[in-house]
């Protein structure tokens, strides 16, 4: 797989080089966009050992720098800078530290989020630099018109102990990612890490690839009949210190029917080591959504089952109305359980999207 990521990498690079330099008639240009997520919410959580709910008051937001260059040769260049708003822990009770992915926190440590160059042709999307792999980007997940039901959101109300997600990974490590044009619908993706994020943390010098992840993945956009399906498969493998390497695989499905839509997400996560632990993970999302106007509403359930026995459920009810373009007024109520802990929230926010 490594080999064959390489070749596609070269074969791309050689052909952005042959292009030659571009000319005066080329078009430059540059974009900020971006979102700010500000929620206030109420819980109450029973029989956890230092939680027990109150009000609370969580936020998100970034701002993307984008520079774009369009050259004759039918190449266009771009540069993709993404600034975390809510760095230092300043903007949220609630931290869970570090990955700068969905949290409505303000406990992130890295200030940049993604930082990468892309080049996009008839050749595909070709991306180096700080980028998600290819297992979340290409993921068709839970939808939610509220708070969120995975990545973090109710746990950061409820106070689980396991984050509820099917996307794999959101760890953002430098590396190199390629999109295959989209074809009758179908586009495949590819991603290499060259070392993981642990080592890349404390490893300023050239790696060894002994801890290298690779992820692939595929998506499918279409119709049929009368109804609108997008699917979606990847699985992830990163080398390991353990007994072999962890591997994550996950399959999304989302179907639309007019104003409806059906949801469907599983992933599975192996930590390479030969006995079952709390890190070897089933995860199941289900929804169901309804639009109209301005307004939208959805149901959503989420189960997790560990390698230790343990178990976290989860279920939203959420609605929303537009305000402005770009701007939603969003509520969900929320209820999860996890072994002797139960939590319940009701959280309600503004959402602005530039």
Not at 116 to 131: A, C, P, Q, V, Y
Not at 231 to 242: L, N, Q, R, V
């Amino acid at each position: 797989m490594r080999k064959a990521l390489l070749a596609t990498t070269a074969l791309a690079c050689a052909g952005t080089m042959a292009a030659g330099p571009a000319s005066a008639a080329d078009m430059l240009s540059v974009g900020v966009h971006g979102y700010m997520e500000q929620w206030v919410g109420m819980s109450s959580i029973d029989g956890h050992a230092t939680e027990e709910g109150a009000f609370d008051v969580l936020s998100d937001s970034e701002i993307h720098f984008t520079g774009k260059l369009e050259a004759d040769n039918g190449l266009t260049f771009t540069v993709d800078v993404q600034l975390e708003g809510n760095n230092g822990g300043l903007q949220g009770e609630k931290s869970t530290g570090g990955d700068g992915e969905d949290h409505k926190h303000g406990g992130n440590t890295n200030l940049i989020d993604e930082s990468f160059l892309k080049i996009t042709g008839d050749f595909g999307d070709l991306r180096i630099g700080s980028e998600d792999p290819v297992i979340s980007l290409m993921h068709y997940g839970h939808q939610d018109v509220g708070v969120g039901l995975v990545a973090g959101d109710t746990q950061d109300w409820l106070g689980h102990s396991h984050y509820i997600n099917t996307y794999g990974s959101f760890t953002d490590d430098v590396g190199i990612v390629y999109f295959t044009p989209r074809m009758e619908g179908v586009q495949f993706g590819v991603s290499y890490n060259p070392d993981s994020r642990a080592h890349q943390a404390t490893n300023n010098q050239a790696p060894n690839n002994d801890m290298d992840v690779v992820a692939v993945a595929m998506n499918y956009k279409g119709a049929v009949g009368e109804s609108s399906v997008a699917f979606s498969a990847g699985h992830y493998i990163a080398a390991t210190d353990g007994d072999d390497d962890a591997t994550k695989t996950n399959f999304g499905l989302q179907v639309g029917m007019g104003a409806f839509g059906f949801n469907a997400a599983y992933a599975e996560e192996e930590d390479g080591m030969d006995a079952d632990t709390a890190k070897d993970i089933e995860t199941v999302s289900v929804g169901a959504m309804y639009s109209d106007g301005p307004m939208a509403f959805s149901i959503g359930y989420a189960m997790v089952d560990r390698g230790d026995g343990g178990e976290t459920t989860a279920a939203m009810l959420s609605a929303s109305y537009a305000l402005a373009p770009g701007v939603s007024w969003r509520s969900s109520l929320m209820q999860s359980e996890e072994g002797d802990v139960d939590g319940s929230a009701f959280v309600t926010g503004i959402k602005v999207g530039f």
